[in-house]
């Protein structure tokens, strides 16, 4: 997926290099890059799975609360960590510039542990690990979809669609998927947590007349 901007003013606030990226989004691509290479290299990566992912029957019974924000740095594979990383390089820059480091991160963190939170409590007896920043970045989407609506993505470098069309497509796919009987290995309702959780904070920061963008 590729996107070209379509706001004057988002090209006066960057450089001309498209590789540059503010503070904040720099820092979570490093810590999130680094902790990957280092489990890799570990040999211990299904332990640390169980340590720092999120083990929902773990947080309520052992209060390992640590978990619902460790999980945001750990990735299961390299397409995985590679999307998340890619998405949040593409889109949260944006937003970043826009809001400012401080808030972005704040609303970065919110719909990750927040997502993690309500993930726990939608099953509180799952032994199996969830891992990675999705939660955070599904938030984020949501963001940049009421904050850049009409600008075009590429799907997969070749389907022209509005962003708002986009983050509508992925919510009701993540709704679906969340509410399905099948089995998958994907935590679906992870994604919609995270975001739910960034319209509601979108609706009060609106309600409460309170600058995000």
């Not at 490093?30 to 929902?56: A, C, D, H, R, W």
């Not at 990383?85 to 510039?97: A, I, P, Q, S, T």
Request: hydrophobic letters at 50%; glycine letters at 8%.
């Amino acid at each position: 997926m590729r996107y070209q901007y379509t706001s004057s003013g988002f090209r006066k606030k960057i450089s001309n290099n498209p590789l540059s990226m503010p503070e904040g989004v720099k820092l979570l691509l490093i810590i999130n890059i680094s902790v990957y290479i280092l489990m890799e290299l570990s040999g211990y990566k299904n332990t640390l799975f169980q340590m720092f992912g999120l083990v929902p029957i773990s947080v309520i019974q052992e209060f390992k609360f640590w978990q619902t924000i460790t999980y945001l740095f750990i990735h299961g594979g390299f397409l995985h960590i590679f999307f998340n990383m890619f998405v949040l390089w593409m889109f949260g820059k944006d937003l970043e510039v826009d809001w400012g480091k401080k808030q972005f991160i704040i609303f970065y963190f919110l719909c990750g542990i927040g997502s993690g939170a309500i993930t726990t409590l939608m099953s509180m007896t799952s032994f199996i690990p969830i891992v990675g920043a999705s939660g955070a970045i599904y938030g984020m989407l949501v963001a940049y979809g009421f904050t850049y609506p009409n600008r075009m993505v590429y799907l997969y470098g070749i389907f022209p669609i509005k962003v708002k069309y986009m983050v509508l497509g992925l919510g009701i796919i993540a709704f679906l998927a969340s509410v399905s009987t099948s089995q998958s290995s994907i935590s679906h309702i992870t994604h919609l947590s995270g975001m739910m959780i960034a319209l509601l904070y979108i609706i009060y920061t609106k309600w409460k007349n309170v600058r995000l963008w």
